[in-house]
């Protein structure tokens, strides 16, 4: 039975390798750091993009700030939607981009402004946010 355990332990020992990279920590970041959905437009999206192919399904949470003048659920709704000014954005297993969709509720006054922030807080699986984890949204 002690040799059983050795010949796995050697096994086990063999299988590491000193030469293997450790994985990256898992990242989130915005496409981009600024939208506009113009006047002509209805819809819109936003890429939210992971720097490795996730180890298990990922949720990245984003908070949402609304501008003065502008009001979640008035103005524009988002897909999925906001709870408690927090959006939770699935990442399936295998998956490094995923959509956050954006619907306007109403078209703009003339020279009326309507903006709202988005910020990545979290990214699950011990996931930080990135260097790109905040985007401004001007609705036209």
Excluded: W
Excluded at 61 to 88: C, F, M, R
Excluded at 113 to 139: H, M, Q, W, Y
Aim: aromatic share 6%.
């Amino acid at each position: 039975m002690k040799a059983l355990h050795f010949i796995v332990i050697i096994l086990l020992l063999a299988g590491c390798s000193e030469d293997e990279e450790p994985i990256p920590q898992l990242s989130a970041n915005f496409a981009s750091t600024f939208i506009v959905i113009g006047s002509s437009e209805q819809d819109g999206s936003v890429s939210i993009e992971l720097n490795r192919v996730p180890l298990f399904p990922t949720i990245v949470e984003v908070k949402v700030t609304d501008d003065p003048g502008t009001v979640y659920g008035v103005d524009y709704l988002t897909s999925p939607q906001a709870v408690n000014d927090t959006i939770e954005v699935a990442f399936p297993f295998g998956s490094t981009v995923s959509d956050l969709s954006i619907s306007k509720l109403k078209l703009a006054e003339d020279h009326e402004e309507r903006s709202f922030n988005l910020t990545i807080i979290s990214v699950s699986n011990n996931g930080l946010p990135g260097s790109n984890d905040a985007l401004k949204v001007d609705l036209e």
